[in-house]
Nanobody, 116 residues
Framework: QVQLVESGGGLVQAGGSLRLSCTAS????????MAWHRQAPGKQRELVAS???????SYADSVKGRFTISRDNAKNTLDLQMNRLKPEDTAVYYC??????????WGQGTQVTVSS
């Protein structure tokens, strides 16, 4: 089992920045894929950014150049630095870890609200 706890969400004006953090505990040795997803009201959950155990990162087109995903293996954390935020970035953001058995673990979500 893996437990994930997100933090860092909040209210920010358009153009501002926020940094989300996800702290993992439990059986994380077999984790090979880590990601941030988001879900806006009335919309499906979408993949925002991901990083593999190899270090390879991937971003949704809508956030490329503005968001940066990073991991700290020593601290068991996964961060998402969000810059130049837009109102359309408003959503609940979820941390996701996947292990070699293709089991997905999710955090409880953290709200990000960007005002115009």
């Amino acid at each position: 089992q893996v437990q994930l706890v997100e933090s860092g969400g909040g209210l920010v004006q358009a153009g501002g920045s926020l940094r989300l953090s996800c702290t993992a505990s439990g059986s994380i040795s077999s984790i090979y894929f880590m990601a941030w997803h988001r879900q806006a009201p009335g919309k499906q959950r979408e993949l925002v950014a991901s990083v593999r155990s190899s270090g390879q990162t991937s971003y949704a087109d809508s956030v490329k150049g503005r968001f940066t995903i990073s991991r700290d293996n020593a601290k068991n954390t996964l961060d998402l630095q969000m810059n130049r935020l837009k109102p359309e970035d408003t959503a609940v953001y979820y941390c996701n870890f996947r292990n070699l058995g293709v089991i997905d673990y999710w955090g409880q979500g953290t709200q990000v609200t960007v005002s115009s």
